[in-house]
């Protein structure tokens, strides 16, 4: 029982797998803002287009 825990603990890869978990987390993050700062510039340009050609 006593190596069953302390292999337990020396274990790490529950902990990496966590941590490439936060990192694609923050890079989906930061992609949906870039994407929502992208796309309310094109809408404001398409209105701006569209208003020019009517």
């Not at 529950?14 to 890079?27: D, K, S, V």
């Not at 992208?38 to 208003?51: D, E, H």
């Amino acid at each position: 029982m006593k190596t069953l825990v302390s292999r337990f603990v020396k274990d790490e890869s529950g902990a990496t797998a966590i941590e490439y978990g936060l990192i694609a987390a923050g890079i989906s993050v930061a992609i949906i803002a870039v994407v929502n700062g992208l796309g309310t510039k094109l809408n404001s340009t398409f209105t701006s287009i569209s208003s020019q050609l009517k």
